[in-house]
């Protein structure tokens, strides 16, 4: 072998391995996949959430990163200057504030030899005082990974390279001011504008795996910089280095500016279908198979296994009949996440105790009384597959899932009373981001939830809630308002009582067919509003759309949340399309929901929503809502906007459940664009029709 041979050989294993040894993608300063000051081309795998602050004087930053696909990374962050005042603090106590949005998509992945690219905007949507535009390239090689990029606006002040675009049309050499007091506008005409500047890095995993060293030399010259004349920048270089605890817990600190140290912490953690579950080792044991693999002659103990349904498969029973050769059993899920994991469990019941001529075993769904699927499965081919004598496809073959439509019954072997009581305490969190009293305004609760049903379509729910702990006492400013103030008064309804009734209210639900659902409601619908309304919705069985209409008369409910009502009503209502995955191939799990109608405030709009839902249940989103009220109208924000994580506690906890943990993050709370928080909606209570959740998590029916 020749020596360029040889070369070549080396050269080439250890390329081929440089793709393997993969340098962990960590985050940057503003939040978000970079090193430090800059961003890089990486992802973080779909379905993370990162929660990270970092600390770089006089700037500190509080950023929560989104990964709804591996392609798309979101970013929502808080950014406090400590040397400019908060300009709507009476008390000139408290920094600026500054609340931004990022967005970052990937191009192309990294191949053999060509890099991975991404282009990004930075603080969409703000004051822009951050705002800056990208396109970066990274490539690894061995335990190195390399970035290039090239930077507008904030990350390109340094502007040493004429904008390559102004080539092609000639506006794009300047750049307009995008800087807007009020935030909240879109500057579309600033994008990839005025001078631009390369920023580049380098990320070495070292030999000792938990920590990785950063360099990175960056665009921005901190000329005419937010922080004011006292933030300077002796060089262009920053270094520092990630400490990565765990796959949850890293630590970064730095050397920036060549004058400033950098110190920061993030939280990272992966609600994809990928990240296991904790064994549900609270749960009760399924039922075992019978061991003879017969059938017994006849069932004897009705009422026992109501009983054993409803400890063992989570299923609130309200009857169960025969139909031939079927045996259906009607109730409501109280217990497991997934539909298939209570049908399974139903199943093995059944299949131990029913008559020998029972062939099919059917779940007929219903949710606060409303009919909503009948799942059956064959009851031999269901014993087979636990006993690994037939294939989980086989079994899925055999799945048969219908409208639950009224049907002869030949027996009615279990009935249950309509009028029932349940109750129960949880623990509540409240609180309140970015005011002009203190950064972080919150509450810890107990709750005290109830409900009473008087019929089967017909119940009363109810909500108290006791303060535990809080520091409201710093919450002294109530925010101006140029509209009807239907949501600005949330300092008075937050600390004028220490137990207050968020919700009481009378519910009646109606099946009107197979696929037209209808509601009506009244009382205390939510902690700000009382009054009575209706809802219709027409959401067919496997279909991916959804319509709906709801009317309300309300008014306003006085601070305390007792029985006490102020002068101000208004009579609100939105039509609303629930489109579910409209673009599976590029973007699987991608749900759009359209609402146009009048809002709390007398104002005539649109909501926009926009959620990626996992397999597994979890689902990332945001909304915004443009209404005939003008930008100066509405006030700091323009426009009502926000976003939500909901996860399963199924996912965190050791025992089934189908409790969720809701995180909204809306940057202001303003009168434009309110809508009425009451629930359960018919779009909720009809989700057990969404069948592809039922079919992504079959595989838990053998649980």
Same mark, same amino acid.
């Not at 990785?212 to 921005?220: A, P, S």
């Not at 597994?616 to 209404?627: C, D, E, H, I, L």
């Given at each position: 072998?020749?020596?360029?041979?040889?070369?070549?050989?080396?050269?080439?294993?250890?390329s081929?391995?440089?793709?393997?040894?993969?340098? $962990?993608?960590?985050?940057?300063?503003?939040?978000?996949?970079?090193?430090?000051?800059?961003?890089?081309?990486?992802?973080?795998?779909?379905?993370?959430?990162?929660?990270?602050?970092?600390?770089?004087?006089?700037?500190?930053?509080?950023?929560?990163?989104?990964?709804?696909?591996?392609w798309?990374?979101?970013?929502?962050?808080?950014?406090?200057?400590?040397?400019?005042?908060?300009?709507?603090?009476?008390?000139g106590?408290?920094?600026n504030?500054?609340k931004?949005?990022?967005?970052?998509?990937?191009?192309?992945?990294?191949?053999?030899?060509?890099?991975?690219?991404?282009?990004?905007?930075?603080?969409?949507?703000?004051?822009g005082?951050?705002?800056?535009?990208?396109?970066?390239?990274?490539?690894?090689w061995?335990?190195?990974?390399?970035?290039?990029?090239?930077?507008?606006g904030?990350?390109?002040?340094?502007?040493?390279?004429?904008?390559?675009?102004?080539?092609?049309?000639?506006?794009?050499?300047d750049?307009?001011?995008?800087?807007d007091?009020?935030?909240?506008?879109?500057?579309l005409?600033?994008?990839?504008?005025?001078?631009?500047?390369?920023?580049?890095g380098?990320?070495?995993?070292?030999?000792?795996? $938990?920590l990785?060293?950063?360099?990175?030399?960056?665009?921005?010259n901190?000329?005419?910089?937010t922080?004011?004349?006292?933030?300077?920048?002796?060089?262009?270089?920053?270094?520092?280095?990630?400490?990565?605890?765990?796959?949850?817990?890293?630590?970064?600190?730095?050397?920036?500016?060549?004058?400033?140290?950098?110190?920061?912490?993030?939280?990272?953690?992966?609600?994809?279908?990928?990240?296991?579950?904790?064994?549900?080792?609270s749960?009760?044991?399924?039922?075992?198979?019978?061991?003879?693999?017969?059938?017994?002659?006849?069932?004897?103990?009705?009422?026992?296994?109501?009983?054993?349904?409803?400890?063992?498969?989570?299923?609130?029973?309200?009857?169960?009949?025969?139909?031939?050769r079927?045996?259906?059993?009607?109730?409501?899920?109280?217990?497991?996440?997934y539909?298939?994991?209570?049908?399974?469990?139903?199943?093995?019941?059944?299949?131990?105790?029913?008559?020998?001529?029972?062939?099919?075993? =059917?779940?007929?769904?219903?949710?606060?009384?409303v009919?909503?699927?009948?799942?059956?499965?064959?009851?031999?081919?269901?014993?087979?597959?636990?006993q690994?004598?037939a294939?989980?496809?086989?079994?899925r073959?055999?799945?048969?899932?219908?409208?639950?439509? $009224?049907?002869?019954?030949?027996?009615?072997?279990a009935?249950?009373?309509?009028?029932e009581?349940?109750?129960?305490?949880?623990? %509540?969190?409240n609180?309140?981001?970015?005011?002009?009293?203190?950064?972080?305004?919150?509450?810890? =609760?107990?709750?005290?939830?109830a409900?009473?049903?008087l019929?089967?379509?017909?119940?009363?729910?109810?909500?108290?809630?006791?303060?535990?702990?809080?520091?409201?006492d710093?919450?002294?400013?109530?925010?101006?308002?140029?509209?009807?103030?239907?949501?600005?008064?949330?300092?008075?309804?937050?600390?004028s009582?220490?137990v207050?009734? $968020?919700?009481?209210?009378?519910?009646?639900?109606?099946?009107?067919?197979?696929d037209?659902?209808?509601?009506?409601?009244?009382?205390?619908l939510?902690?700000?509003?009382?009054?009575?309304?209706?809802?219709?919705?027409?959401r067919?069985?496997?279909?991916?759309?959804?319509?709906?209409?709801?009317?309300?008369?309300?008014k306003?409910? %006085?601070?305390?949340?007792?029985?006490?009502?102020?002068?101000?009503?208004?009579? =609100?209502?939105?039509?609303?399309?629930?489109?579910?995955?409209?673009?599976? =191939?590029?973007?699987?799990?991608?749900?759009?929901?359209?609402?146009?109608g009048?809002?709390l405030?007398?104002?005539?709009?649109?909501?926009?929503?926009?959620?990626?839902?996992?397999?597994?249940?979890?689902?990332?989103?945001?909304?915004?809502?443009?209404?005939n009220?003008?930008?100066?109208?509405? %006030?700091e924000?323009?426009?009502?906007?926000?976003?939500?994580?909901?996860?399963?506690f199924?996912?965190?906890?050791?025992?089934?459940?189908?409790?969720w943990?809701?995180?909204?993050?809306?940057p202001?709370?303003?009168?434009?664009?309110?809508?009425?928080?009451r629930?359960?909606t018919?779009?909720?209570?009809?989700e057990?029709?969404?069948?592809?959740?039922?079919?992504?998590?079959?595989?838990?029916?053998?649980q």
């Open positions: 072998m020749t020596l360029r041979a040889l070369f070549l050989a080396v050269l080439a294993a250890y081929a391995n440089s793709l393997a040894n993969v340098v $962990p993608p960590t985050l940057g300063d503003f939040g978000g996949v970079g090193l430090m000051q800059t961003p890089s081309a990486r992802m973080l795998p779909a379905g993370s959430v990162a929660i990270g602050t970092s600390k770089v004087e006089p700037y500190g930053r509080l950023a929560m990163t989104l990964q709804p696909f591996d798309l990374e979101a970013v929502y962050r808080y950014t406090s200057v400590s040397t400019v005042k908060y300009a709507a603090d009476p008390t106590k408290q920094s504030k500054d931004s949005f990022d967005l970052k998509v990937r191009l192309t992945q990294e191949t053999r030899r060509l890099p991975e690219i991404s282009v990004g905007l930075r603080d969409i949507g703000g004051t005082l951050f705002s800056g535009e990208y396109i970066v390239a990274n490539k690894r061995n335990d190195l990974d390399f970035s290039l990029g090239l930077g507008w904030y990350m390109g002040k340094r502007g040493d390279i004429e904008n390559p675009l102004g080539w092609i049309y000639s506006g794009f050499r750049r307009p001011s995008s800087f007091s009020q935030g909240g506008k879109v500057a005409t600033s994008f990839f504008r005025g001078p631009a500047a390369l920023f580049a380098v990320q070495w995993q070292t030999p000792w795996k $938990p990785i060293l950063k360099l990175e030399y960056e665009g921005n901190y000329k005419n910089e922080g004011g004349p006292t933030v300077k920048q002796d060089r262009p270089f920053n270094i520092g280095l990630t400490y990565r605890h765990s796959d949850y817990l890293a630590f970064n600190i730095g050397w920036e500016r060549g004058n400033t140290l950098l110190f920061g912490i993030n939280f990272t953690g992966d609600f994809s279908p990928r990240r296991g579950v904790p064994r549900k080792v749960d009760p044991a399924p039922v075992p198979v019978r061991p003879d693999n017969s059938r017994p002659a006849i069932a004897n103990d009705w009422p026992e296994i109501v009983r054993q349904i409803e400890d063992n498969a989570g299923i609130k029973v309200q009857k169960i009949t025969r139909r031939n079927e045996l259906v059993v009607k109730g409501e899920h109280k217990r497991y996440l539909t298939a994991a209570a049908l399974g469990r139903t199943a093995r019941i059944i299949d131990a105790q029913a008559a020998a001529d029972i062939d099919w075993i =059917t779940l007929s769904e219903t949710h606060s009384g009919p909503v699927l009948e799942t059956s499965i064959k009851r031999d081919t269901f014993r087979k597959t636990l690994q004598d294939s989980l496809g086989d079994l073959r055999t799945v048969e899932q219908v409208n639950a439509l $009224p049907r002869r019954e030949e027996e009615v072997f009935k249950k009373d309509e009028v009581f349940d109750w129960g305490f949880a623990p %509540g969190y609180q309140n981001l970015g005011g002009p009293d203190a950064f972080v305004l919150y509450q810890l =609760t107990a709750n005290l939830d409900q009473l049903r019929s089967e379509n017909t119940w009363i729910d109810g909500l108290m809630s006791f303060n535990l702990y809080n520091n409201f710093k919450f002294t400013y109530t925010a101006p308002s140029n509209l009807p103030r239907v949501r600005t008064y949330l300092r008075e309804y937050m600390i009582s220490d207050i009734m $968020p919700r009481l209210q009378l519910n009646h639900v109606k099946r009107m067919n197979s037209w659902y209808a509601m009506a409601y009244g009382g205390f939510e902690s700000m509003y009382a009054g009575v309304g209706g809802e219709i919705l027409y067919p069985l496997n279909s991916n759309l959804a319509l709906g209409f709801n009317l309300n008369w309300v306003q409910r %006085g601070f305390k949340q007792d029985f006490a009502l102020r002068d101000y009503s208004v009579v =609100t209502g939105h039509a609303s399309a629930y489109f579910r995955n409209i673009v599976p =191939t590029l973007a699987p799990g991608l749900n759009l929901t359209l609402s146009a009048r809002y405030a007398k104002d005539l709009g649109v909501t926009f929503d926009v959620s990626k839902e996992f397999d597994n249940g979890v689902r990332m989103g945001a909304w915004a809502t443009f209404t009220v003008s930008a100066e109208q509405f %006030g924000g323009s426009f009502d906007k926000g976003f939500y994580i909901s996860l399963p199924d996912l965190m906890t050791t025992a089934s459940t189908r409790r943990a809701n995180i909204v993050l809306q202001l709370t303003r009168d434009g664009g309110a809508r009425l928080n629930g359960p018919l779009y909720e209570i009809t057990g029709r969404n069948v592809d959740f039922f079919h992504k998590n079959f595989s838990s029916i053998l």
